[in-house]
């Protein structure tokens, strides 16, 4: 070799590399890591029926990470109840800018869309971005509910609104599903 050997395990991180002096680099005296050392809590065994030491958390429990009976699943997220308000806020936001840029194309395709029918869209869109900053309150949910449901009425007035009405149902019913998944 033309160069210096390297080890082929070594990186050049230097975030890998141990300060002399470091903890990691003082040798600790004692029996080593695989050795179960007499009087450790790894070797006490649980007192009992096998059922208290299962409930003991013993290692043989099965993978790491499942729930325990009788807890509540957990989600992974580090605030739930934040992330399904963004959720619901931003479902209702993409509802309120779709209904405002649907005007147009409604007016030049559909033909004959009357101005209550562009003042009901403009009210349903005024009250989505209402309900997205309002997702704290509890009731904010049977209203975005509600909102989906005056939105296929809308259909009476043009049978677009009703197709719109019909996706933004949809879309609105995964958010809840996702929401009673993540809360519970």
């Known amino acids: 070799m033309t160069g210096p050997e390297r080890d082929p395990h070594t990186t050049d991180d230097p975030t890998d590399r141990a300060v002399a002096g470091s903890p990691a680099d003082q040798a600790v005296p004692g029996p080593p890591a695989d050795q179960a050392v007499p009087g450790s809590p790894a070797d006490q065994a649980v007192p009992g029926p096998p059922a208290e030491q299962a409930a003991a958390g013993s290692p043989a429990d099965g993978p790491v990470g499942e729930p325990v009976v009788g807890q509540p699943r957990r989600s992974g997220l580090r605030n739930p109840e934040a992330a399904v308000r963004g959720l619901g806020a931003g479902t209702l936001g993409l509802e309120a800018l779709v209904l405002l840029l649907a005007i147009q194309p409604i007016r030049v395709v559909g033909g004959d869309l009357s101005g209550a029918a562009i003042g009901v869209v403009v009210a349903l869109a005024?009250?989505?971005?209402?309900?997205?900053?309002?997702?704290?309150?509890?009731?904010?949910?049977?209203?975005?509910?509600?909102?989906?449901?005056l939105l296929m009425l809308g259909g009476l007035l043009h049978w677009s609104l009703l197709g719109l009405g019909i996706i933004f149902a949809l879309v609105w019913a995964y958010a809840l599903h996702v929401r009673r998944v993540i809360l519970g």
């Open 126 to 149: 005024v009250a989505a971005i209402v309900l997205a900053g309002m997702m704290r309150r509890p009731w904010a949910w049977n209203a975005g509910t509600v909102l989906q449901g």
